[in-house]
């Protein structure tokens, strides 16, 4: 951007032409820190007092010397190759600043311009750790870390891949005794920290004696309730299983005791009717009637026992002796 002005001072015309950097440009070339005192380095040695000599703040003139005459600005503020000082800088003192040194013609004789930036010095920071379970954890405590550049120190090693606020370190690489510091810098100051020993211990868990105390009882009474669940479940177990047993056994000798009564039962009425078997003329053989008698044991076996009407009301008559082959038939 250009900017032509027409200034009159006293009986002077001064015409001049001013390129300049707009106020909001960031790209700076000087840094300064608040309350600092900045020399911007114009460095004309051919500079007279017949030269017009004029420094600018954005748009703004701050300096102004003609013929040897200072119209705005202090003459201490100005060396003599025309280098302008600033004192106690504040955040409203970064911008561009442009010098100019004009002949006695009006015509240019040399220009200088940059951007200054001015920030705000970095406070001490504290550093703080925590131990993990394998590791320790360090923080660099600082106010406003925005745009801070941090770097770390082991034993006085700086470690050049640690540019975070935070370093984690495994326990397995801390020697007995090591030690850490932080540090923080702006483009204006740097600070550092104090040195800190982490004090941690790898794979230790501390309890209090009455918590151990407290888990070993329960873990034992735990136990013993175990123990006395099962005892009961076994002792439960073989009452319900001999019981079983002996149901079983009584069953199965009631069926015998009812079997044999059956048998008894069939074979009486076996014998009583080849007793009763029908003698037809001729008189059938004493083995026709047995050979009856084997046929009716055989259906008996098959066929479930099964005690009859009149054998259950009546009680049983004695048995008759079995006859003999050679008992002879009676006479009719």
Not at 16 to 32: D, E, H, L, R, V
Not at 160 to 169: C, F, V
Request: charged fraction near 20%; include cysteine; proline fraction near 5%.
């Amino acid at each position: 951007m250009m900017v032509c002005f027409i200034a009159t001072l006293g009986q002077i015309l001064l015409l001049g032409c001013i390129s300049f950097t707009a106020a909001n440009s960031k790209t700076c070339q000087i840094y300064a820190a608040v309350g600092d005192s900045v020399t911007l380095a114009f460095n004309y040695e051919g500079l007279a007092k017949s030269n017009t000599l004029r420094w600018t703040h954005n748009t703004k003139i701050i300096f102004l010397t003609q013929q040897g005459r200072v119209t705005i600005g202090k003459p201490e503020d100005i060396t003599t190759t025309g280098s302008i000082l600033l004192k106690s800088v504040k955040l409203q003192s970064e911008g561009t600043y442009r010098g100019d040194a004009l002949h006695p013609n009006g015509t240019l004789a040399k220009t200088w311009t940059a951007q200054l930036c001015v920030m705000e010095k970095v406070s001490k920071p504290r550093l703080s750790y925590i131990c993990d379970n394998n590791s320790v954890n360090l923080n660099c405590h600082v106010s406003k870390p925005q745009g801070l550049f941090f770097s770390w120190t082991l034993d006085k090693t700086t470690l050049s891949s640690e540019t975070r606020q935070t370093l984690s370190i495994s326990l397995s690489q801390l020697k007995e005794k090591s030690s850490f510091s932080c540090s923080v810098a702006n483009k204006v100051s740097a600070e550092s920290s104090e040195t800190v020993q982490p004090i941690c211990k790898a794979h230790t868990l501390c309890f209090k004696p009455n918590i151990v105390l407290g888990v070993l009882a329960g873990g034992a009474v735990l136990i013993f309730v175990l123990l006395i669940i099962i005892t009961v479940l076994c002792c439960s177990y073989r009452r319900t299983k001999t019981k079983m047993q002996l149901s079983d056994k009584g069953e199965f000798n009631l069926l015998s005791v009812n079997k044999g009564e059956a048998e008894s039962i069939t074979r009486y009425e076996n014998i009583h009717n080849v007793e009763s078997c029908p003698s037809p003329s001729p008189q059938p053989s004493p083995r026709a009637c047995y050979e009856n008698i084997s046929k009716l044991d055989v259906k008996t076996e098959t066929k479930p026992p099964q005690l009859s009407t009149a054998a259950e009301g009546q009680q049983p008559s004695p048995v008759p002796k079995p006859r003999t082959k050679n008992a002879k038939t009676p006479d009719i």
